[in-house]
T-cell receptor, first 117, second 114 residues
Framework: AQSVTQLDSQVPVFEEAPVELRCNYSSSVSVYLFWYVQYPNQGLQLLLKYLSGSTLVKGINGFEAEFNKSQTSFHLRKPSVHISDTAEYFCAVSPNAGGTSYGKLTFGQGTILTVHP | DTGVSQDPRHKITKRGQNVTFRCDPISEHNRLYWYRQTLGQGPEFLTYFQNEAQLEKSRLLSDRFSAERPKGSFSTLEIQRTEQGDSAMYLC????????????FGPGTRLLVL
């Protein structure tokens, strides 16, 4: 089984400031890791994913995340945020081995990022 | 290329009524997932189809819930005898056959049970 903990439920930040959204996970099997963004009244859009290889992953809209296996973390970062980045962000994992749960996503509780002018 | 679509986008119903939601995945995506998202929470897995076969169901899916995917194309999620606790956003996602691929989410159906 997998679980995901997003350590901050809300993160306020000023425009053009850097931001880090924290994510820790627990799993008895190897996993793929994802960050999704959800704008109000919309579905989820993939920001980035870690499947294998380099632990620093770059995504859309200037976001990046670093996979740290020893700390079981996958924190999301952006060096300079915009007003338009205001949204809810979800960290998720899925097993990367075979079986019926292959590909099933387990999400964290979400972090609401609010960018102030 | 159209994305995942869901219908209706919003549904208000009275307690005890039955509701049915539809999800049309991206064409040729053989994996289809249903998730439920309550206010202030992340999406929670409900069930999963590979083609027309329902391969996994969450314990969250009580016997009042049923999902189908006839012919491996669109899927329906039915809730019988709705309860106020069923009020949530119901999200559908699809992906191609390999686990490395992204799940693409639809806009969701927001259900309110009065």
């Amino acid at each position: 089984a997998q679980s995901v903990t997003q350590l901050d439920s809300q993160v306020p930040v000023f425009e053009e400031a850097p931001v880090e959204l924290r994510c820790n996970y627990s799993s008895s099997v190897s996993v793929y890791l994802f960050w999704y963004v959800q704008y109000p009244n919309q579905g989820l859009q993939l920001l980035l994913k870690y499947l294998s290889g380099s632990t620093l992953v770059k995504g859309i809209n200037g976001f990046e995340a670093e996979f740290n296996k020893s700390q079981t973390s996958f924190h999301l970062r952006k060096p300079s945020v915009h007003i338009s980045d205001t949204a809810e962000y979800f960290c998720a994992v899925s097993p990367n081995a075979g079986g019926t749960s292959y590909g099933k996503l387990t999400f964290g509780q979400g972090t609401i990022l609010t960018v102030h002018p | 290329d159209t994305g995942v679509s869901q219908d209706p986008r919003h549904k208000i119903t009275k307690r005890g009524q039955n509701v049915t939601f539809r999800c049309d995945p991206i064409s040729e995506h053989n994996r289809l997932y249903w998730y439920r998202q309550t206010l202030g929470q992340g999406p929670e897995f409900l069930t999963y189809f590979q083609n027309e076969a329902q391969l996994e169901k969450s314990r969250l899916l009580s016997d009042r819930f049923s999902a189908e995917r006839p012919k491996g194309s669109f899927s329906t999620l039915e809730i019988q005898r709705t309860e106020q606790g069923d009020s949530a956003m119901y999200l559908c996602a699809s992906r191609p056959g390999t686990g490395r691929e992204t799940q693409y989410f639809g806009p969701g159906t927001r259900l309110l049970v009065l």
